[in-house]
């Protein structure tokens, strides 16, 4: 066996097994040391029945009563009763039927779960079950905890991690040994050891830190890498004038900031090198129809032009809105969309479309970077939301092109400190306008006793026609967190509103679900047939419903503040009033010192550089401060001193060794792909 041998060579590792693991990625040895765990927990001091309070993770000490009973259909329930000779608690576990025969009645065990109330009485759900022996272990180290599917325990999946360590071993370390000292970073085989089985936060700590050290590091390495000679430009363009024009027939004036921008995109395109340039913006500053004007550049000086999109919603939006605007300013010119889930015979006409029309405008998601799509007179490559998308897709599409004019957009307000480390090799421009008729959006933080008065403020906006987003940090219910879920938290309100008599519509929109079905709800809530949108943050990146005027983040203390920021600019995109409520999830009255920064501020680029200065520990692995160019650990406000190490590493490699062909640096060839 080796890393990439096959994870059915595992011990207990059946075929059934094996396809679940599959749904979340994991096919080899590999696969289960990079799946780390996302958080950890250190197990509490079992406390006394009366001691339990609602919505909280505890441990209790008690005897099974009742014999467990398996309620079969959807759900497959388990319920049992415990007790601690004086009181009762109701205890239930769903889709795992096999728990009732591991728990005799009569016996005493330990419980760890998180407490509801259901029908004015708490029940105890998800419990892991441990000995009194077991648990006392348990609890002198840290718990990984893994982002799983059902069919899977953070217990089974342990003990696979445990059986993957040995092979850790055969990780070559690719960073030298001078460097590691330099840096004070421990070895890669230690590193994943440590993160999946830390004996204390000490080791947790190291290895966290050479993992994100490890992601910034290979990253810049490839971005300069990635940095070529100032090489003389196949689609130098002319007649600004033209474009000019047809900015000043917007039905709208362009702030200061956004005809800066443009001079900028504009010379650029202009030039005898090709554009390289990062166009940056707050929320709603007005990025896209800059990319439109480009786009409409490249068109009228014979070239196609591609717009590249993170999630297939934001594709299809952009789509529509660059037919309304080429009805307007280019209408003989064709707009393509080509996304994933677009049908075969269609997605095969568009290839060939493509081919063919030399001043096509298409946009797309990571379908446009299959070998088969063909852009041979590729002029200008538009990538929206630069964060979402890894270096190599980045480098593929405009590989399409002969190095063709590239346009970075991003509404991720990163300090500019580290956006010149991020983006060293593009220029940098900045809109830091608003549009003058947008009303600022009123603000609130509360505690999660606030819910009935927030949702009774719901509905006053939705008797007035509006609608309202809900974002929760999970898609469904785990056992270890005491963070809101879509599931629950859909149900949480259609019961409210039900006991309340109001007829009120909701639907649930997260990452899980298939491109056609997220579509569907969006283009519903578009409509307006969906009154409240509880979802996950997929719909944090530019998805725009003007009549959207409520936002209320549950478990706000979980997010990163430049993701909140982003969360926030979904409500205030049409002409009314829009608020935001931001729910702390924390117990007790003391305020949360990040979040009143949003409260008092909706400048995207100072909550930016106060969310760099407010860095703290947060969760270890857990949601991160900021979703920005896809690291899994390394986060790059809670982190900016390792990037910036990282970058000073990077770089001096680099000038000593510019091809990495010396001895100590061939490890990283293949980690580069070079």
Known sequence: MDLSSSVLELKGVGEKTAITLNKIGVYTIRDILLHFPYNYILYPDPIEFPEIQEDTLVAVQGIVGTKPYFKGGRLQMVTATITDGTNKLPVCWYHTPYIRHSLNTGESYIFYGKVRNRNGRFTLEQPAVFSEEDYQKQQKTLQPIYHLTPGLTNKGFGKLASQTLQFARQMQDYLSDELKERRNLVDLSTAYV?????????????????????????????????????????????????????????????????????????????????????????VGSGKTVLAFLSM???????????????????????????????????????VYLLTGSIPAGQKKKIKQALLLDPTAMVVGTHAL?????????????????????????????????????????????????????????????????????????KNCVVKRSYRKTAYEFMYKQISSGHQVYVICPLVEEREESDSADVGTYSALLEKYFKETNREVTIDCLHGKMRPQKKQEVMDRFALGEIQILV????????????????????????????????????????????????????????????????????????????????????????????GELDFQIADIYHDSDLLKDASWEAKEILKKDPTLSEAVHQPLHPILGI
């Open 535 to 626: 979802s996950t943050t997929v719909v944090e990146v530019g998805v725009d419903v003007p009549n959207a005027t409520v936002m209320m983040v549950e478990n706000a203390e979980r997010f990163g503040l430049a993701q909140l920021h982003q969360l926030r600019g979904r409500v205030g995109r049409g002409d009314f009033q829009s608020y935001c409520i931001f729910v702390d999830g924390k117990a007790g009255s003391q305020k949360n010192e990040r979040l009143e920064i949003l409260n008092t501020s909706n400048d995207g680029f100072y909550i930016a550089e106060q969310d760099l200065k407010l860095r703290g520990p947060g969760d270890v692995f857990g949601i991160r401060q900021s």
């Open 194 to 282: 440590q993160a999946h089985f830390p004996k204390d936060f000490d080791e947790l700590l190291a290895a966290r830190k050479r993992l994100a050290f490890d992601e910034f590091f290979l990253f810049l390495l490839k971005i300069e890498l990635l940095k070529t000679e100032k090489v003389k430009s196949l689609y130098r363009m002319q007649g600004q004038e033209t474009i000019l024009e047809e900015a000043n027939k917007l039905p709208f004036t362009l702030t200061e900031g956004q005809h800066t921008a443009l001079l900028d995109i504009l010379n650029d395109m202009s030039s005898d090198t090709p554009m390289q340039r990062l166009l940056q913006g707050d």
């Open 369 to 441: 970077l299959t070998e088969d799509v063909s852009l041979n007179n590729l002029g200008l490559v538009i990538t929206d939301e630069q964060h979402r998308f890894g270096v190599n897709q980045r480098q593929t599409l405009t590989e399409k092109g002969s190095l063709p004019h590239i346009l970075v957009m991003s509404a991720t307000p990163i300090p500019r400190t580290l956006a010149l480390i991020l983006y060293g090799d593009l220029d940098i421009s900045v809109i830091k306008t608003v549009p003058r008729n947008r009303l600022p959006i």
């Open 296 to 334: 409409l550049y490249a068109t009228t000086n014979g070239y196609q032009s591609a717009l590249m999109a993170p999630t297939e919603v934001l594709a299809r939006q952009h789509y529509e809105k660059l037919l309304a605007f080429c009805k307007e300013h280019a209408p003989f010119t064709n």
